[in-house]
């Protein structure tokens, strides 16, 4: 009984790894994009402009406020009704790209409102462009306050795009639901999943605690 | 573009998306008394000195932090019956969520407790109290208001999460949207009405944790 299910589960393997390799695959390059389009986002927000920041705001919170099942079948279901065709794959990664540009907008709006003005006057000072005083002084103290939950939100991301396999892409978690409707042993088959997941995720969350206690040490913080 | 755009399908469907947000707001608030109880546990057993308690509440909690909740609620909802349990998926759904914020729970609960400077635990020790005394008129009551932002955010992100009980075929808010959708092929009708539902449920939880850290903090600042 045992055994046969673990032929069986033998034989899914290369649907597996195609699985894990989608996972991967969906997770990286919405990771790359959110953070980039996140870090714009962020740096737009905190650039003095009460519109843009408003309605960058809003967007965020609508985001936040509703949950990504919901967004990823607004996105896959309505887009089309405006004329914009895509297959599930495109669909999960804006999704999953809009979800990670809004969680990293805010770590890094709150990364940069953490750095003293006095920098930014004495960058004023020295007679720094906008774009210089970002990058040369603002953005560098900043990234101590926003690596720790970056590193963080990308295990979310790597989670939250389990929610795909909603719409039929062949993630991970669809490759445990196919294999558990030939091998009925639930347990076994979404345990395995679980370690894929783990395998991937675990390294992730190791590093942002390093990274907090290294970040909190160089800040000279008390630790517990 | 929009044009079909039905206000009175979704009307007309009113009373199913009543009944939805009826749904996900009990579900929740159950998995929510579930994920605290789940959390005061695993955090009791987190803080104890000895590995035997210790090793496995961070093995749990690392486990369902580093894996996705719908590979958790699949795990569950094919894996229970395996062992004997067939169980309502209402059940199961809402023993996942109690399950998965659990663990997060409890990294808050210790947050909050390890917040409390040694000095003042020292303090109470001078003074002759008991462990009792100790956790309940010093520790506790300063753990409690560096908890409860946090806590309701956690709240936040199970409403959120219970969507994806809709996969399992448990009739709540989602499920309400994906009917109208597939019933009448009118997703856009369906699923931005669920949004907005839940988007009320979200700004109604976030003004309350507004509401509930400035309370706590001028509590904080007469004492």
């Known amino acids: 009984m045992i055994w046969q299910q673990l032929q069986s589960l033998a034989g899914s393997y290369p649907l597996a790894l195609r699985g894990l390799g989608m996972t991967v695959v969906l997770s990286l390059i919405s990771l790359v994009l959110g953070t980039l389009l996140g870090f714009g986002l962020g740096i737009l927000r905190t650039g003095g402009n009460r519109l843009i920041d408003s309605l960058i705001g809003a967007w965020v919170d609508l985001i936040r406020g509703t949950p990504f099942l919901v967004q990823i079948f607004l996105i896959f279901f309505i887009l089309p009704e405006f004329g914009i065709e895509l297959d599930a794959f495109t669909a999960g990664i804006i999704a999953l790209t809009n979800l990670a540009a809004c969680f990293i907008c805010e770590i890094v709006v709150a990364g940069i409102r953490s750095v003293p003005t006095g920098q930014v006057e004495a960058a004023l000072a020295s007679g720094l462009s906008r774009w210089q005083r970002m990058r040369q002084v603002v953005l560098p103290q900043a990234m101590r306050i926003v690596l720790p939950p970056l590193v963080g939100q990308y295990v979310l991301l790597i989670k939250d795009s389990s929610v795909v396999s909603a719409i039929g892409l062949t993630d991970l978690t669809r490759v445990g639901w196919l294999v558990v409707q030939r091998v009925p042993n639930g347990l076994l088959v979404f345990f395995l999943v679980g370690v894929g997941y783990f395998i991937v995720c675990y390294p992730l969350i190791m590093l942002a605690r390093r990274l907090e206690r290294r970040m909190g040490a160089a800040h000279g913080e008390v630790q517990l | ?223």
């Open chain 2, 1 to 223: 573009m929009l044009e079909n755009f039905s206000f009175r399908t979704i009307v007309e469907y009113l009373p199913l998306f009543g009944q939805g947000l009826v749904t996900t707001v009990w579900l929740s608030a159950l998995s929510f008394v579930g994920a605290l109880i789940v959390g005061i546990v695993l955090c009791a057993m987190n803080l104890q000195r000895g590995w035997l308690f210790r090793a496995p509440a961070k093995a749990y909690i690392d486990a369902v932090r580093a894996t996705p909740l719908l590979a958790q609620l699949y795990f569950l909802y094919f894996g229970l019956p395996r062992l004997g349990f067939v169980l309502p998926e209402l059940v199961v759904g809402i023993l996942a969520l109690s399950l998965n914020s659990g663990a997060y729970i409890a990294e808050i609960i210790r947050a909050g407790i390890l917040s409390i400077p040694r000095g003042q635990v020292e303090a109470s020790v001078a003074s002759g109290m008991t462990y009792v005394q100790r956790m309940r008129l010093v520790v506790l009551p300063q753990a409690f208001k560096v908890t409860i932002p946090p806590l309701l955010g956690q709240a936040i992100v199970l409403v959120k999460d219970s969507a994806l009980l809709s996969l399992i075929s448990v009739s709540e808010l989602t499920r309400a949207g994906q009917l109208l959708a597939s019933d009448r092929f009118m997703p856009a009708e369906g699923f931005l009405t669920i949004a907005a539902f839940y988007l009320l449920l979200y700004y109604g939880l976030k003004g309350l944790a507004g509401l509930s850290s400035r309370w706590l903090g001028t509590a904080g600042a007469r004492t």
